[in-house]
């Protein structure tokens, strides 16, 4: 199993460029989400999916837009990127076994993202 | 206020040392306490969680939470080189989808050979 996968791993962008930041799991997870971690912020969650064809905003939705055509797959989108959407963002996955909240969480390895 | 307060460090002590991390929070709701650490440059991986009030113990990391004051804690014992990372608390109020962690801002830990 590779787990979680995110490309790219760096990505620098000018401002009001668009770009998509792929997530990948192969543990046939259910529930997937996208965070962005800010340096002395922690994680913020952006948007997260409980299955295919489901997706709901997070703490810091605007700007960003998901979409969850598969169970693996759960791609994030920047339409228009501002210096404020500098960040590393982490996609994660867990089963989504009813009712266990301490499910870990499966982190991918993140996306370093640069907007100038 | 923010719901979870962490202290951000950095915090630096020799091998073999005790290690004492800590979490507060304002929203009674919380039910689930979860640490999760990151080593640099890589994506949060969980080490503990716990259920309520109580202590849970895991080799050498014990997690401990008390509820009527809101504040958790990781104590990590006989501390190593390997164990400097950022450490991460969370919490949720349940176990669904809908119940999404609220993280710490993290406290990065260098133990020092």
């Known amino acids: 199993n590779a787990g979680v996968t995110q490309t790219p791993k760096f990505r620098i962008l000018k401002i009001g460029q668009s770009m998509t930041l792929q997530c990948t799991q192969d543990?046939?997870?259910?529930?997937m989400y996208w965070y962005r971690q800010d340096p002395g912020m922690g994680l913020k969650l952006i948007y997260y999916s409980v299955g295919a064809g489901i997706t709901d905003k997070g703490e810091v939705p605007n700007g960003y837009n998901v979409s969850r055509s598969t169970t693996e797959d759960f791609p994030l989108r920047l339409e228009l990127a501002a210096p404020s959407q500098t960040s590393v963002y982490f996609c994660?996955?867990?089963?989504?076994?009813?009712?266990?909240?301490?499910?870990?969480?499966?982190f991918g390895p993140g996306t370093r993202l640069l907007v100038l | 206020q923010k719901e979870v307060e962490q202290d951000p460090g950095p915090l630096s002590v020799p091998e073999g040392a005790i290690v004492s991390l800590n979490c507060t929070y304002s929203n009674s709701a919380f039910q689930y306490f979860m640490w999760y650490r990151q080593y640099s440059r890589k994506g949060p991986e969980l080490l503990m969680y716990t259920y309520s009030s109580g202590n849970k113990e895991d080799g050498r990391f014990t997690a401990q939470v008390d509820k009527s004051s809101k504040y958790i804690s990781l104590f990590i014992r006989d501390s190593q080189p390997s164990d400097s990372a950022t450490y991460l608390c969370?919490?949720?109020?349940?176990?669904?989808?809908?119940?999404?962690?609220?993280f710490g801002t993290g406290t990065l830990l260098a133990v020092q050979p």
């Open positions: 969370a919490m949720s109020t349940g176990g669904g989808a809908t119940n999404k962690l609220i």
């Open positions: 994660a996955s867990r089963k989504g076994t009813s009712g266990r909240a301490w499910e870990t969480q499966y």
């Open positions: 543990m046939n997870h259910n529930y």
